[in-house]
């Protein structure tokens, strides 16, 4: 079996070899893939060196999977080609993320869309993921009615030379600058492009990507994005009403039981979520779980996971080991 990674030395990239190695998925000849200043270097994986591929001389070894993480411009680009010979493209980028036929996957909530015909599969947005995670056990139990979240979203889901920019800002020392302002000691409200309605791309993304991933447009769904000085994870204030009256207990319960989910709420303790706690692991953490008695039927929690992690790398490497316990690769 033949796995490419596309955009492997970018961020992303570099994780989804970690997380191939930690899932046993080293059974196979890797392709890294990057752009053309980093052909023929040497990356290491399961303890051997391959050399950097271009895009063209993976798609001419024709690999059964085929991990893209290289921008939406290389995804439109290439993923078809890819496709059109069979292999099966997990792609991380905004490409294809809201078409139609084109199936948005977070395995523990909607593997079961896939088919053996889907050769392009997007994974979600990196803020999305992490909140769907939660939202789905619970919209299953007690019907979500409307959503409010706010983000604060690493430096690292802008990419390296944001994370190059927060570290010179933090020694005082000149760099590209890849925001609009200052991030180290400040925060901005500003994910994405802005659109005409006022909400940027990173907003709308929260919006109708989780819809599509719920199977359910019928949900209120508003959100703020906040980009902040931290470079290990994404957190999520959020707030949902539900249709039905619910026990604090049941909402517990719910979350104990959903793969993927670790719940950290002992505020007594100083227990709770952070992003510190939260990088390098895979597991969507929740806390500050609480009634909002501001209004019925109402909750608050707070959502932290690691954006390279479950919120990119991981749930693309847990798309493909489906895909190859469905004996659906050659």
Excluded at 92 to 105: F, H, K, V, Y
Excluded at 273 to 288: H, I, T
């Amino acid at each position: 079996m033949k796995i490419a990674v596309v955009g492997v030395t970018g961020l992303v990239g570099s994780v989804i070899l970690k997380v191939l190695e930690e899932y046993n998925m080293t059974d196979c000849t890797l392709l890294p893939v990057a752009s053309e200043r980093s052909i023929g270097k040497n990356i290491v994986f399961n303890n051997r060196s391959y050399s950097v591929l271009s895009i063209k001389e993976a798609l001419e070894a024709k690999p059964s999977i085929a991990i893209f993480s290289a921008g939406s411009n290389v995804s439109l680009s290439y993923a078809p080609l890819f496709a059109e010979k069979g292999t099966f493209v997990i792609d991380n980028s905004s490409a294809w993320r809201m078409e139609a036929d084109i199936p948005l996957i977070v395995p523990e909530i909607n593997a079961s869309l896939l088919k053996s015909s889907n050769k392009i599969i997007a994974n979600p947005n990196c803020s999305t993921i992490q909140l769907v995670m939660v939202l789905h056990p619970l919209h299953q139990l007690f019907t979500i009615k409307r959503v409010v979240v706010s983000t604060y979203q690493s430096v690292t889901g802008t990419g390296v030379l944001a994370v190059e920019q927060l570290m010179c800002e933090r020694r005082q020392m000149k760099c590209q600058q890849v925001y609009p302002h200052p991030i180290d000691l400040n925060v901005l409200p500003h994910g994405g492009n802005f659109e005409e309605n006022g909400y940027t791309s990173e907003e709308m993304k929260l919006v109708n990507e989780t819809r599509k991933i719920l199977s359910d447009n019928s949900i209120e769904l508003t959100s703020t994005v906040v980009r902040v000085p931290v470079k290990g994870g994404h957190s999520e204030s959020v707030n949902i009403e539900f249709e039905e009256y619910f026990n604090l207990t049941d909402i517990y319960s719910a979350l104990e039981k959903t793969p993927g989910i670790c719940i950290i709420d002992n505020p007594y303790e100083n227990q709770y979520p952070m992003p510190l706690y939260a990088e390098g692991k895979n597991e969507v953490f929740v806390g500050r779980v609480r009634r909002d008695f501001s209004r019925e039927n109402s909750l608050n929690l707070w959502i932290v996971a690691d954006n390279l992690r479950k919120g990119a790398a991981t749930n693309a490497v847990q798309i493909a080991r489906y895909l190859i316990e469905k004996k659906w690769i050659k």
